[in-house]
């Protein structure tokens, strides 16, 4: 097992080296100088070719990629070119506030999704499924943002029981963290509680056919037992994998909520660090998510072989 | 006559709603006394498997739903019981084991889970205390090696294993019948005499009763007292093993007993008889038997032959039975 993470670990550096080495050709790519947007609107071309020399913008491409990988190698990860602080730094301030959102997110999916999906699996056609079904099929048909600004309209203008925007650290306030939370998780979970709901359900009625079912049973276990049971750790196997990319899906929609609801959060982040061509911050920004999902496949395949005892990652 | 502990009448199993219904067990009569064995047969597709999840109230539904007739078991007719109350006799009174080992096992508990969660929920007993008894009746069925065997999972065990974990599991809770659902069929030939003589010798041990459901004639022959003959969903012949085959009366039970192959290399199979197995959309009227009967006369394709007591405790369902015993032959409630 030990030896199982470590190797898959390993193998995850040549991925991150790829993913930042694309990502930073792309970078060049798109047009855009932040020399230009840093020495502001009318500065001659000679100011902003002087920013350039400064932020060291002026030297190639290659040789700028080979310092990167150096500062790397060293735990470095630059200096933002518009934020007046390291990346590493601007970084560690984000990644709770995301990690933040979408955990709280990702809980609302698998709370909400995993047990909707059963009830209405567990009576096929019934009210209960079909509610469950009309509801997946809006929370799959609503655009995120949209659903935000409703809400925002909803709780900011109509009733003003939650705040709409900006994010209270815990450790300031813990009710007003969660409080800030509600209205962000909710947009950020509500498409993917919709997707978990019903492959949660048609993975329950698959499930539900097998035989071992019918012997769990055949044997008198109330049927509480058989479905909580039998049938749910069954289901769960699959379900498990659909949860990780469901994470995977709620930190990248975090780009939007976060900049919807004002959250300072890896997104935001990301996203100024793009407008602004702030390539430093764009790496490293690109590499953590990067790594962060490694490190979720990695998770999710532990807890796979951990349902699934026909699963082994030992070598044999 | 005392009452027999298994007692099914007129069991209808129908699939499907209003003019879709398809009926799949047919007025199906039966009756099982204490300690006694009793033998199902019939073709596939003839509505053994249904009977049986019938007897347990465990028919897939939907689609299928149980129509009608009585189930009579220890006394209490288990149709009005509440699915509370049923949940006691299935595991605890009535065990069953089902052809498939590979798949009737769940792939993510241990087979000691398995075997020892009936007697938890059954007899309220603790976790180590069931696991104790789970390994008492693991070894009582032959598992070699059972406190490692216990922390295995259904794969890691092969068919034979499997079945007999199926057995353990099925017995934990000391029932007074068991159905068993053709249980040797998947096995190899060596395992399956194997796995019916464990069968027969717990059987004697526990003083249970036992429905077996086999495609095996020769099993049926060495193995049951009484032995129902079934053919599209109704009983076609029904009494003890050597009324059946040695006084075929039934021309289905005949044709079958003819096509028995010297050699029974091929025992996983019931013989074939000439013609097609109709499905349940195309069973035909009156005798479901008559497009492939060799006797057929104008009668059987228009009604459904009684069953009609051929010798005491003999009854089949056929307008041309041979009269052995034509003062008894009265519409049947004799067996
Ligand atoms: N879930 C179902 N839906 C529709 N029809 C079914 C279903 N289960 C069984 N049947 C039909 O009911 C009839 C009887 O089935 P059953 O399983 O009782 O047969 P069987 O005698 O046990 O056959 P086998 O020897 O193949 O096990 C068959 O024609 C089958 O097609
Ligand atoms: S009732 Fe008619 S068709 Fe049916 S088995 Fe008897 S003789 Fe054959
Ligand atoms: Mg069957």
């Given at each position: ?20 080495l694309i ?9 855009g100088d ?9 500065a001659?071309?000679a ?14 491409f ?17 200096h933002?070119?518009?934020?007046n ?22 809980l609302?999916?698998?709370?909400i ?7 209405a ?7 209960v ?10 929370g ?19 009733v ?32 993917q509680?919709?997707l ?16 071992y ?39 990248s ?13 890896m ?14 911050v ?17 998770v999710v ?14 070598r044999? | 006559m ?16 209003g ?6 067990v047919?007025g199906?009569?039966f ?35 149980i ?36 798949s ?33 009746l ?18 890691e065990?092969?068919g034979?294993m499997?079945?007999?974990?199926m ?6 809770c ?11 069929t998947?096995l ?6 194997q796995?019916?003589a ?5 059987q ?24 129902v ?5 109704r ?21 079958l ?7 029974d ?18 069973l ?13 006369m104008?009668?059987?394709?228009e ?20 009269q052995?015993?034509?003062v ?8």
């Amino acid at each position: 097992m030990g030896e199982f993470i470590l190797r898959r670990l390993l193998a995850a550096i040549p991925v991150l080296l790829i993913v930042t080495l694309i990502a930073a050709s792309i970078m060049q790519l798109v047009p855009g100088d932040p020399a230009a947007v840093i020495a502001g609107q009318g500065a001659s071309d000679a100011e902003v070719a002087q920013v350039r020399a400064q932020l060291g913008l002026d030297r190639s491409f290659v040789v700028r990629l080979g310092e990167w990988y150096v500062g790397l190698a060293r735990g470095d990860l630059g200096h933002s070119l518009m934020l007046n602080r390291s990346v590493g730094q601007a970084i560690l301030e984000r990644v709770p506030v995301t990690l933040a959102l979408s955990g709280v997110a990702l809980l609302l999916t698998v709370l909400i999704g995993v047990p909707a999906g059963v009830l209405a699996a567990l009576r096929p056609n019934s009210w209960v499924d079909q509610l469950v079904l009309t509801m997946a099929l809006i929370g799959v048909s609503v655009p995120n943002f949209w659903l935000s600004l409703m809400l925002i309209v909803l709780f900011g203008v109509i009733v003003d029981w939650l705040p709409t925007g900006g994010y209270v650290p815990f450790a300031e306030d813990p009710v007003e963290w969660a409080r800030s939370l509600v209205l962000p998780s909710i947009s950020l979970a509500l498409l993917q509680i919709g997707l978990l709901a019903r492959i949660t359900r048609a993975t329950m009625l698959e499930v539900l056919r097998n035989d071992y079912v019918r012997t769990a049973r055949a044997k008198g276990l109330p049927r509480r037992m058989v479905v909580a049971k039998h049938a749910l750790k069954n289901v769960m196997i699959p379900v498990v994998t659909v949860i990780g990319i469901s994470f995977g899906l709620l930190l990248s929609g975090s780009v939007v909520i976060e900049t919807v609801y004002s959250i300072p959060g890896m997104g935001r982040l990301l996203a100024t660090a793009i407008f602004s061509r702030d390539y430093p911050v764009i790496q490293g920004g690109l590499l953590v998510t990067a790594a962060t999902l490694v490190l979720l496949n990695l998770v999710v395949d532990l807890l796979y072989a951990a349902l699934d005892p026909r699963v082994t990652y030992d070598r044999r | 006559m005392t009452e027999p502990l298994l007692s099914v009448e007129g069991l209808r199993v129908v699939f499907g709603q209003g003019a879709r219904e398809q009926v799949a067990v047919d007025g199906v009569s039966f009756q099982v006394a204490a300690g006694e064995t009793l033998g199902i047969v019939g073709e596939s597709g003839s509505g053994k498997s249904l009977t049986a999840l019938a007897v347990l109230r465990l028919v897939p539904s939907p689609p299928g739903r149980i129509a009608g007739g009585r189930v009579r078991f220890e006394g209490r007719d288990l149709a009005g019981i509440s699915e509370r109350e049923m949940e006691r006799v299935r595991g605890a009174r009535i065990g069953m084991i089902f052809q498939e080992p590979m798949s009737a096992l769940n792939p993510v508990f241990t087979v000691g889970e398995q075997v020892a969660e009936a007697l938890r929920v059954h007899e309220g007993l603790g976790r180590r205390e069931a696991s104790a008894r789970a390994l008492a009746l693991l070894q009582r069925v032959g598992i070699a090696d059972a406190p490692r065997r216990m922390k295995q999972y259904p794969h890691e065990l092969s068919g034979g294993m499997r079945q007999r974990v199926m057995i353990a599991a099925a017995l934990a809770c000391r029932p007074s019948l068991l159905i068993a659902d053709e249980p040797t069929t998947a096995l190899d030939v060596t395992i399956q005499a194997q796995i019916l003589a464990l069968l027969r010798e717990l059987q004697r041990e526990m003083g249970m009763a036992v429905v077996l459901i086999t495609h095996d004639l020769g099993v049926v022959a060495q193995m049951v007292d009484r032995v129902v003959v079934m053919y599209g969903g109704r009983v076609a012949e029904e009494g003890t093993v050597e009324q059946v085959f040695g006084r075929p009366s039934h021309p289905y039970t005949r044709l079958l007993l003819e096509s028995i192959p010297s050699l029974d290399h091929d025992r996983d199979r019931l013989p074939t008889i000439p013609g097609m197995v109709p499905t349940l959309a195309e069973l035909p009227p009156g005798c479901r038997f008559h497009p492939r009967c060799p006797q057929a006369m104008a009668v059987c394709r228009e009604r459904a032959p009684d069953a009609v007591t051929v010798e005491p405790g003999h009854r089949a369902a056929c307008f041309a039975l041979p009269q052995i015993h034509p003062v008894e032959a009265q519409s049947g409630a004799g067996a």
